[in-house]
């Protein structure tokens, strides 16, 4: 219980960090944002909904400390400000919305490169020096040491703009209503496919490498001669012994790869132009909609708290010496 | 100082030993040297209109116009100048904090590397990207090349300080260290000349992997339109390939050729990499003498 107290008490620590760099950045430029944004809506925006998003990025009257504690209330009362690109609707409505595209396309996304990349890496462990370790390694971590967005582009235009096998962007046929039937389903599957494989491209060799240097660390340990020597199968050893210890410190990176696959989200939903969190961060930068692109650094940080809250509970269970207090 | 010199020409000399690591050092060289005759070798200015729009490759534009009628081989040759030097920047930048963080953390220990390894762990936690679009977009101008690079540097500093650390601390166990301490060495000079020389293989591992992130990192900002778009970047010019839809008319050389020059980057780096892991841990060499001399012990099947 001390350890998860612990934890959670710095993931407070981390997120209420973030609020205040939200506070403190535009503070460090000339003007607030609030009226800049005031200036831009060229009167679409009443005096009051420029009051309150004064209010939501705390320049009030005051000193600086009293518009700390406007802001930290306003932002522990859900409110943050009004978007300007969607006026008038708040931030927080279309954070939400353009949230569940991104983790759809993140989440499996990163499923799909965890499960290919941990057995691509078991394998190329287990045949060391064979010549799928030799050529799939080293291709793995090529394909890793590059930006998301060099992948997404050239995917876009090999197989949506030459082949045109798949579609150049959205995440579904405009011309089907949403809703809970095959032909919607297998549409958002459909449009989703280019995107997730951009994703799982530069992903899958930070699995492999990582899931085959830890193996190959094992492979010298005793319990494994001794598995041999009682004349267990490879397929068993491999499966049950190796893979078994050497997929830890993978399951704990799969919390904190969080992060990273969110960013990889983001340049592959500008290039497919995908309506996740990504594609209207970048509409929010166009727009300068400040509420809006402050907004998305708290929606990140809590995805990423919560995915390593999520790590750490499944550490306490797999690490039994955790649970000492 | 002559000592460390000659310590980092071993270094480097046995990397370029190592087959991979010939490779990225000779890939490296090529960008790099590529970028540096910018001057001499582009045969256009790169930012003015020098050709009719979207010329396919060709005899009067090697690697073809964009969309603006710029020369795309100019472009790239002087991209490269802007992207390599802010990378490499951005990269040692981040290594050194690392270092001063990670070492003074593992070395001294007790609050100090309480309160350290805290702030390491708040860093590697808050989303770098998030953060870098918070700060470059408050810039009324725009973030120019420069300023991204600080900003990566910034942000992505934790995780090299958290394996300096951790290395740190398992060479402060040996008893030189203690030795050098009871001989009245000041911190400074333990942490300088015993500490520092252990880690040479982390350190570079570190600023490699380091530019390689800073480098792609700061070409995927400017591609999604977080930098200045007057910049001549490779980021810029991915940018530009994107928002003149030069893709879809048909120009794929718009893009190709900024993307092949950030891939080999990658992999140049990538490989040199390999090299220094596969030398400071011989076990993860995938070489087949490796295998054979596996085999004469008669462990693989």
């Known amino acids: 219980m001390k350890f998860l107290l612990r934890r959670a008490l710095f993931y407070l620590v981390a997120l209420w960090t973030a609020a205040s760099i939200n506070f403190i950045v535009p503070r460090l430029m000339p003007g607030d944002p609030a009226t800049r944004m ?9 005096p009051e909904a420029l009051e309150g998003l004064k209010r939501a990025f705390g320049f009030t009257d005051g000193n600086l400390w009293d518009q700390y504690l406007t802001y930290i209330t306003q932002l522990l009362q859900g409110e943050l400000g009004i978007s300007m690109m969607f006026f008038p609707e708040p931030v927080a409505d279309k954070l939400l919305y353009a949230t569940w595209w991104t983790l759809l396309l993140a989440g499996s996304a990163t499923l799909l490169s965890f499960a290919l990349g941990t057995l691509m890496g078991a394998i190329a462990a287990w045949r060391r020096g064979g010549r799928f370790d030799l050529w799939g390694t080293q291709l793995a971590v090529l394909l890793q040491s590059t930006t998301p967005a060099v992948v997404a582009l050239l995917l876009f235009w090999g197989f949506a703009v030459e082949w045109q096998l798949f579609p150049l962007g959205r995440a579904y046929n405009i011309y089907l209503s949403p809703g809970l039937n095959w032909a919607f389903i297998g549409s958002v599957l459909y449009y989703a496919a280019l ?78 132009n995908y309506p996740g969190l990504g594609l209207f961060v970048l509409k929010a930068i166009q727009a300068r909609d ?28 797999l690490d039994p010496r955790l649970r000492v207090d | 100082m002559a000592e460390a010199s000659t310590g980092f020409i071993t270094f480097v000399r046995s990397i370029w030993r190592h087959p991979k690591g010939r490779i990225g050092l000779l890939l490296l060289l090529l960008l790099v040297s590529l970028s540096i005759l910018a001057p001499v070798l582009a045969p256009y200015p790169p930012d003015r209109v020098v050709g009719v729009p979207l010329t396919p490759p060709g005899l009067e534009h090697l ?6 009628g710029k020369d795309v081989l100019s472009q790239t040759l002087y991209g490269g100048r802007v992207s390599l030097s802010v990378g490499f920047f951005a990269g040692l930048l981040a290594t050194a904090v690392a270092l001063v963080i990670g070492v003074a953390a593992g070395y001294f220990g007790g609050w100090i590397d309480e309160c350290l390894t805290f702030f390491m762990n708040l860093v590697l936690v808050l989303p770098a990207i998030a953060l870098i679009i ?54 400074w000079r333990v942490m300088l000349m015993h500490i520092v020389p252990n880690l040479t293989s982390l350190i570079t591992s570190c600023f490699v992997l380091g530019t390689l992130y800073c480098i792609v990192t700061e070409a995927g900002l400017e591609f999604i339109g977080i930098g200045d778009p007057q910049a001549i970047t490779w980021g810029v010019q991915l940018l530009h390939a994107r928002t003149s839809n ?26 040199i990499n390999f090299a220094v892991d596969e030398m400071s841990n011989p076990r993860l060499q995938a070489h087949r003498y490796w295998v054979g001399a596996q085999k004469q012990g008669g462990e693989e099947p």
């Not at chain 1, 005031?38 to 009443?46: C, E, L, P, Q, Y």
């Not at chain 1, 397929?235 to 990273?260: D, E, H, K």
């Not at chain 2, 725009?142 to 995780?159: D, E, K, Q, R, Y």
């Not at chain 2, 030069?246 to 490989?271: F, K, Q, Y």
């Open chain 1, 38 to 46: 005031f200036n831009r809506a060229k009167g679409k925006m009443s």
């Open chain 1, 195 to 272: 995107p997730v494989l951009s994703i799982v491209v530069i992903s899958i060799g930070q699995w492999h490498f990582s899931m085959r240097n830890n193996m190959i660390n094992l492979l010298d340990e005793d319990y494994l001669l001794l598995a041999r020597a009682k004349g267990l199968s490879e397929r068993r050893i491999l499966t049950q012994y190796a893979a078994r210890n050497a997929i830890l410190p993978n399951l704990n990176a799969f919390a904190m790869s969080v992060g990273l696959v969110l960013a990889g989200s983001l340049f592959t939903e500008v290039v497919f």
């Open chain 1, 290 to 317: 400040y509420a809006f692109i402050q907004g998305q650094l708290l929606f990140v940080t809590l995805g990423v708290l919560i995915s390593n809250f999520l790590g750490d509970l499944l550490n306490l269970a």
């Open chain 2, 63 to 68: 690697l073809g116009t964009t969309r603006l």
């Open chain 2, 134 to 187: 918070v700060i470059a977009s408050s810039l009324e101008s725009g973030a120019g090349p420069l300023m991204i690079a600080l900003i990566i540097a910034a942000t992505s500093w934790a995780w090299e300080g958290r394996l300096l650390r951790a290395q740190t601390l398992s060479v402060r166990q040996r008893e030189y260290i203690t030795a050098a301490r009871v001989v009245g060495e000041p911190h």
């Open chain 2, 246 to 271: 030069a893709l879809i008319v048909g120009g794929w050389w718009e893009l190709l050729v900024p993307s092949v020059m950030i891939l080999a980057t990658g992999a140049a780096l990538a490989l």
